[in-house]
């Protein structure tokens, strides 16, 4: 065996049951090189990022790292043969610092623990990887968004030598600048002859990064070639199986705002603490609003006080025309205003519930039965009627939330949703994770929902994802308004240029 090659998998297989997840798998990775590892959601990528982790310890066929056969059969023994892993899912603790996560388990002075020692440690550590967290190191973990844990969980894994670094989705909540700097660390590792297996469904970040390609379909490796000899366009042909057509631009209806549509649902004048500040916003019947900007812009804020999540501090907000004043998520469910929120995992499902306890819940508090008991025949049918319609893999509704691949999670989350029939809908970071094929779906189905007649607002870090789907938008900086306007007033580049600068101007 070459003495270059890092990583080499043999005929790897895994099962599940009946299912076989990989299929004789073989993979290889070099030292200095950068592997690009892509597929659709349910293609066996996450299963084996899980071997590789040592969470699969009864897998077949063989792993070598170095040349050696190495024994994976638990976190503790990958980390021991030199193989990290960023897991998309966040593994940290949150009653924990910022800092006491970084080096957990590698605290400086052993059991005399200083709270000194372990912050400068962790702001060096910070400063070789060279990704700027955002938050003080002293912050408790449990009190961040998903951006900044995205952050913390690389940093963290980049704190020991490793030989093979494996990031599943490392990506996903960063921005552009963000994300270079975070490629220059990965080119700085592969310089330094780590061999890095890089996992992403932005393809072209993937073709901007990675030296070698493998593409999964079906727990299958079925092409493994240079990346430069590949376009996006023949990447996702490999991926989906299937010639792929159309452009992100083509995959959604022709924009279309409309100021004779009624508005449903309107913000006046909302503040909620500082993070949002005096927005006023209206969402119309059979438009899909684009809300762009920043972490830390007053997004999610935004989200949350619409729907009932929060509670703002000045402001109204009238649906119909009427004031109202939502206290909980569910009581602005009863008046037809659902969120589907940024963190599916944690805030949109129950992992250990089966398919139809997750899919019918919203549903059986506004339609199937607010009183007695709801007839079991009527969930299963809902259940059945929506895994076909949202081609949720595997589709046994018997089975529990935590076995789906996280594509899977996201068509859950928003087939609960659509279950209740909302005539508003929120929805934060819809494709966050997903592949190009569930994302085109997730578009289609928004657009949808909007073409039915519901009000759709999306806030997505993906601008040319939110200017494909949004016939408005709305652009926030530091918990204001920016700009405001129609598709038809705004380029791509322009919005983006709004997003970064933050001069406010007056709407349209």
Not at 192 to 220: A, C, P, Q, Y
Not at 235 to 264: C, I, N, R, W, Y
Not at 334 to 358: C, Y
Not at 479 to 496: F, I, K, P, Y
């Amino acid at each position: 065996m070459p003495s270059d090659i890092r990583l080499q998998l043999s005929g790897v297989t895994k099962r599940f049951g009946p299912v076989m997840v990989l299929d004789h798998v073989d993979f290889q990775v070099r030292a200095g090189q950068v592997h690009g590892l892509i597929g659709q959601n349910g293609a066996g990528k996450s299963t084996l990022v899980k071997t590789l982790a040592g969470l699969y310890p009864d897998h077949g066929g063989l792993i070598t790292v170095d040349g050696k056969r190495a024994t994976l059969g638990s976190p503790r023994q990958s980390r021991a043969e030199g193989i990290a892993v960023i897991h998309q899912e966040f593994s940290l603790v949150s009653e924990m610092t910022i800092a006491d996560n970084l080096l957990l388990g590698h605290e400086p002075g052993g059991w005399r623990y200083s709270r000194r020692a372990v912050h400068n440690r962790a702001q060096a550590l910070v400063e070789q990887v060279g990704i700027e967290i955002g938050e003080s190191l002293d912050a408790s973990v449990g009190t961040l968004s998903p951006a900044i844990r995205q952050r913390i969980e690389i940093v963290k894994a980049l704190a020991d030598d490793v030989k093979v670094l494996v990031m599943d989705e490392p990506t996903a909540r960063l921005s552009e600048a963000e994300r270079q700097s975070l490629f220059r660390v990965v080119r700085d590792l592969a310089d330094r002859g780590v061999g890095l297996v890089f996992i992403s469904h932005f393809l072209e970040e993937v073709r901007e990064v990675t030296d070698w390609l493998t593409v999964m379909r079906n727990g299958k490796a079925i092409a493994s070639q240079p990346t430069k000899s590949l376009s996006v366009v023949q990447m996702a042909e490999l991926m989906l199986g299937e010639k792929f057509k159309q452009t992100l631009d083509e995959e959604v209806a022709s924009h279309h705002a409309d100021d004779q549509q009624p508005v449903v649902l309107e913000a006046d004048s909302v503040s909620c603490g500082p993070r949002l500040r005096d927005v006023t916003i209206s969402l119309r019947a059979g438009e899909i609003m684009g809300v762009a900007g920043l972490v830390g812009s007053g997004r999610t804020r935004l989200c949350r006080v619409l729907s009932g999540a929060e509670k703002p501090t000045s402001g109204r907000l009238r649906l119909r025309g009427n004031q109202v004043s939502f206290t909980t998520p569910r009581k602005a469910i009863a008046h037809g205003v659902a969120l589907i929120p940024e963190d599916r995992k944690h805030q949109g499902l129950s992992l250990s519930a089966p398919l139809t306890w997750n899919l019918c819940l919203m549903a059986m508090h506004r339609r199937l039965g607010r009183w007695g008991v709801v007839p079991r025949s009527a969930v299963r049918r809902l259940s059945t009627r929506l895994v076909e319609d949202l081609e949720i893999s595997p589709g046994n509704i018997d089975a529990n939330a935590a076995t789906l691949s996280g594509g899977n999670q996201q068509k859950v989350v928003l087939g609960k949703t659509f279950a209740a029939n909302p005539d508003v809908l929120i929805i934060d970071q819809p494709t966050a994770g997903v592949d190009i094929g569930t994302k085109a779906q997730i578009h289609r189905l928004l657009r949808e929902r909007a073409d039915a007649g519901a009000a759709v607002l999306v806030v997505s870090d993906d601008l040319e994802e939110l200017y494909a789907l949004g016939d408005r938008f709305h652009v926030l900086r530091q918990g204001r308004t920016v700009w405001q306007g129609t598709s038809a007033d705004v380029t791509h580049e322009q919005l983006v240029q709004l997003i970064s600068s933050g001069s406010s101007q007056e709407s349209a």
